[in-house]
């Protein structure tokens, strides 16, 4: 059964930083696009950060550019998305999914996902 779990989330003052993990079980990461989506309240869920499976390449939307990583470690089979310079508008549920196909750059079409992780809350709040 195809698992992924994420983890990280939490509460933090505008201006912080998180480390999400996304640790995948029933199948490899290094055959899969990854990406990280987010839902804020009231929104469409909308692409975040995306990696290709060999980790060569990368995608952000314009919104993160800059703050946030996408990093993937196949031997533990775990994607991270490290986020800087939170803003209160980066308030989100977000999900890691998985892409069994290859697109560069990888791309943040829901579409392709074929399996997501639960859901974990960030709130960046004062």
């Known amino acids: 059964q195809l698992q992924l779990v994420e983890s990280g989330g939490g509460v933090v003052q505008p201006g912080g930083s998180l480390r999400l993990s996304c640790t995948a079980s029933g199948f490899s990461l290094r055959f899969y696009t990854m990406a990280w989506f987010r839902q804020a309240p009231g929104k469409e869920r909308e692409g975040v950060a995306a990696v290709n499976s060999n980790a060569e390449r990368t995608n952000y939307a314009d919104s993160v550019q800059g703050r946030f990583t996408i990093s993937k470690d196949n031997t533990k089979n775990t994607v991270y998305l490290q986020m800087n310079n939170l803003e209160p508008e980066d308030t989100a549920v977000y999900y890691c999914?998985?892409?069994?196909?290859?697109?560069?750059?990888?791309?943040?079409?829901?579409?392709?996902?074929?399996?997501w992780g639960q859901g974990i809350q960030v709130t960046v709040s004062s």
């Open positions: 999914a998985a892409d069994p196909t290859m697109h560069i750059p990888p791309l943040f079409l829901s579409d392709l996902y074929d399996s």
